[in-house]
């Protein structure tokens, strides 16, 4: 496969650098006969990669199921339970227990925070899953080890107990579900936008043009795209909502939409 060739289309310097590197594995698996997999990708990635290999008609790899997920592709000969049997391999959790007069103290933006102001390749760092005792965070095999030995230089986690656990021990953060109401001139994307982050249009407009919002998992720049009910917003920094349904028509004709936000 022509690398140059099949990412001409490809205008963005970062967008053809995931791509080559999505390549890179492909070319690794089928040569070497065994499976490859990435680092982490964000929401934007995903659905960048995910349009890229039905281009180019690529069909076994697979994503790890989680917000922040890694690419995984495999030979033929693979299947989900051999697939599954390499997770171990691929993904480990970091565990944070903080100190008993520290807990509820941090939220994700700090352990996250963390870890950029270490300087640490935020690829190798998938999902943040908080609690009030601690934080499980999903890495990267290789990367484990130097985040264990990292961490504990900042002040936050100098008391902390820092260990690396298998992925299958994960604890599972409960999802809390808050229920709003928004009153919106119409289901255009740019007023639901607006709304949700209690922003102007023009910010709004911002936001969707920095490629940060996601509808059902694919970037949406399209300011007059109209939202349906049942659709999943993605609105990165701010959160994920789901259009549950319109309750009812203001007398001015605005529509007043109920939405389930997780929190």
Do not use: W
């Not at 227990?97 to 933006?109: A, C, V």
């Not at 579900?177 to 740019?190: A, G, K, Q, T």
């Amino acid at each position: 496969m022509n690398k140059q060739e099949v990412l001409k289309d490809y205008k963005k310097q970062e967008d053809k650098l995931c791509l080559s590197q999505v390549l890179d594995k492909i070319e690794f698996c089928e040569s070497r006969e065994k499976l490859e997999y990435t680092d982490f990708l964000d929401m934007y990635q995903v659905a960048l990669v995910e349009n890229f290999l039905r281009r180019i008609n690529f069909k076994n790899y697979q994503y790890e199921d989680s917000e922040r997920k890694i690419l995984i592709v495999y030979p033929d000969k693979y299947n989900d339970s051999m697939i599954e049997k390499n997770y171990s391999k691929m993904l480990k959790i970091l565990r944070i227990e903080l100190p008993e007069e520290e807990f509820g103290k941090y939220s994700h933006r700090n352990y996250l925070g963390g870890i950029v102001k270490l300087g640490l390749k935020r690829e190798k760092v998938g999902d943040i899953l908080v609690s009030n005792q601690g934080a499980d965070i999903v890495v990267v095999s290789d990367f484990a080890e130097v985040l264990k030995k990292e961490l504990p230089s900042l002040t936050r986690f100098e008391n902390s107990k820092i260990e690396i656990k298998e992925i299958s021990d994960i604890i599972k953060k409960e999802v809390k579900i808050e229920e709003v109401s928004i009153i919106v001139p119409s289901l255009r994307l740019d007023n639901i936008v607006s709304d949700l982050v209690k922003t102007s249009r023009s910010k709004a407009k911002q936001i969707i043009e920095q490629e940060r919002v996601f509808v059902n998992g694919q970037n949406e720049t399209k300011m007059a795209k109209q939202v349906k009910i049942g659709n999943i917003i993605t609105i990165r920094g701010k959160g994920r909502f789901i259009v549950k349904e319109q309750t009812g028509t203001t007398r001015s004709g605005r529509a007043v939409l109920k939405i389930e936000k997780y929190v």
